[in-house]
């Protein structure tokens, strides 16, 4: 067995992960460079938890986290306290991004390493890029099925 060179053994990475993007990929390969197996925790539900339900099911979710290679392991949780059991089933630190760093709605009593976040890749703002692109289809659509109408009632009023 190979000597490892990183500073954890294992690590627990808890998450939504909903419309996996950048920002999340780049936050889980950061959190597998510090341990040598990494476990990814998807949050099942999440009612009342955030400003946004996802568009994404857990088992979907999963499955897009399952398929990144710096993951080991991915565990589904509902709650804080299935959480808490979790990081006690390991020897292990968690992860968490830094822009959680001032919430206290997140005890736990492993050790937290904080991932850094030096880009402005969010799924808050991939919905809104979503929405907009949407929008934009949608008033392109009404244009051409207007214009489309404007010529059928000119040749209308030709005969």
Not at 89 to 96: L, V
Not at 106 to 113: G, L, M, R
Request: aromatic share 10%; proline share 2%; charged share 35%.
């Amino acid at each position: 067995m190979a000597l490892s060179c990183k500073q954890y053994k294992v690590g627990f990475f808890p998450g939504v992960w909903d419309l996996c993007h950048l920002g999340h990929i780049r936050a889980i390969k950061e959190s597998a460079s510090k341990c040598d197996w990494l476990i990814v925790g998807v949050q099942i539900s999440v009612k009342n938890n955030r400003k946004n339900e996802p568009v994404m099911d857990s088992t979907e979710r999963e499955e897009a986290i399952k398929a990144l290679r710096w993951v080991d392991e991915t565990r589904l949780y509902d709650d804080e306290r299935r959480l808490k059991r979790i990081d006690k089933s390991f020897k292990g630190i968690r992860f968490m991004g830094v822009d959680h760093k001032k919430d206290k709605k997140y005890p736990t009593k492993a050790k937290i390493v904080y991932i850094s976040r030096n880009h402005d890749y969010s799924s808050s703002e991939l919905r809104k890029r979503i929405y907009q692109t949407e929008i934009g289809r949608v008033k392109k659509e009404n244009y051409a099925k207007q214009c489309a109408g404007v010529i059928q009632l000119q040749k209308s009023l030709e005969y």
